[in-house]
């Protein structure tokens, strides 16, 4: 089955520098790559995903890249604001109607002032 | 976005005793939900697929008569934990796919279930 591997687990930037997050997974067949932003005792909400016919998707300040050749893809975001302190997942998918989603280890993100 | 609700949000029970949650599709029809497990600080571990009008699809580990999953209709999937026990406190979260764009899953607010 798919495995979902992210780094780094924890993550500090100083206020308007840039923060990266990386995954990489191992199922050639996954095809939908969304990411979730999770705050303190909330729900998973979705940031921005991206689909293998692509290789970067653009909103506003977050970016994300694939590369399906070697099973990474890549969550970057842009002028790090203090509301962006949150824990931040990837995730993999074969994109079909029944298909689970699977989830990596999520990534702590700690923007200093 | 699409919405989906959970009931309870929280829960404290007694060891032995059966807890039943709630996940709903508030705006939207889901042929599929999810229920995910999740500990303090730790990804989100998928426990089943409940699938509307037919048996939930577990995941290796995960205990089908501990963990009963129904999906009786197009927006409601319900788990109960049965006899539950303390190891069994954790935070459950469900998610559901929008049927109009077939990868894109909502989630929940999530339970937190508390065993003494």
């Known amino acids: 089955g798919e495995n979902v591997e992210q780094h780094p687990s924890t993550l500090s930037v100083q206020e308007g520098d840039s923060a990266v997050i990386k995954c990489t997974y191992s199922d050639s067949a996954s095809n939908y790559f969304p990411w979730y932003k999770q705050e303190l005792g909330k729900r998973p909400q979705l940031i921005i995903d991206i689909r293998s016919n692509v290789g970067e998707k653009k909103d506003q300040r977050i970016a994300v890249t694939l590369n399906k050749t070697a099973k990474h893809f890549s969550l970057h975001i842009t002028e790090t604001q203090p509301e962006d302190s949150a824990v931040y997942f990837c995730a993999a998918s074969n994109g079909s109607s029944a298909s689970k989603i699977i989830f990596g280890s999520g990534t702590r993100l700690s923007i200093r002032p | 976005g699409a919405v989906v609700s959970q009931h309870p949000s929280r829960v404290i029970c007694k060891s032995g005793t059966s807890v039943k949650i709630e996940c709903r599709s508030l705006d939207f029809q889901a042929t599929t939900m999810f229920w995910y497990r999740q500990f303090p600080k730790k990804s989100l571990m998928l426990m089943a697929t409940s699938n509307e009008g037919s048996k939930a699809t577990y995941e290796q580990g995960v205990e089908k008569d501990k963990f009963l999953i129904n999906h009786a209709s197009l927006t409601l999937s319900t788990l109960t934990v049965t006899s539950a026990h303390p190891e069994d406190s954790s935070f459950y979260i469900c998610?559901?796919?929008?049927?109009?764009?077939?990868?894109?899953?909502?989630f929940g607010p999530g339970t937190r279930l508390l065993v003494l």
């Open positions: 998610s559901a796919r929008d049927g109009g764009r077939t990868e894109t899953q909502y």
